[in-house]
């Protein structure tokens, strides 16, 4: 059983940064490929960006490459999601979530956090 609470989300203006962290709490946490997901009212809950069990790769959706960047610390059981030049476009519920069951860079994930609110304003 892994737990998952977000925190770091906020409102900010179009161009600004925020940086997400997710603390994990439970077993084996880096046997886990974590990533962070986000859904918007009335859409699908889409992956953003995932990182795999030795923080080496990642990967990205097409809509954030260049802007956001994933990060896990494994000593502190720690996922980040340090987001740039922020748009309207980004503004949704944002979910960490771990899989250890799939094989890179599949997720499938077995764990959810709660969600934290990003909105950004134009």
């Known amino acids: 059983q892994v737990q998952l609470v977000e925190s770091g989300g906020g409102l900010v203006q179009a161009g600004g940064s925020l940086r997400l962290s997710c603390a994990a709490s439970g077993r084996a946490f880096s046997s886990h490929t974590m990533a962070w997901f986000r859904q918007a009212p009335g859409k699908e809950r889409i992956v953003v960006a995932r990182?795999?069990?030795?923080?080496?790769?990642?990967d990205y959706a097409d809509s954030v490459k260049g802007r956001f960047t994933i990060s896990r610390d494994n000593a502190k059981n720690m996922v980040y999601l340090q987001m740039n030049s922020l748009k309207p476009e980004d503004t949704a519920l944002y979910y960490c979530?771990?899989?250890?069951?799939?094989?890179?860079?599949?997720?499938?994930?077995?764990?959810w956090g709660q969600g934290t609110q990003v909105t950004v304003s134009s």
């Open positions: 990182i795999r069990t030795d923080g080496v790769y990642t």
């Open positions: 979530a771990a899989d250890s069951r799939s094989i890179w860079p599949t997720i499938r994930p077995e764990y």
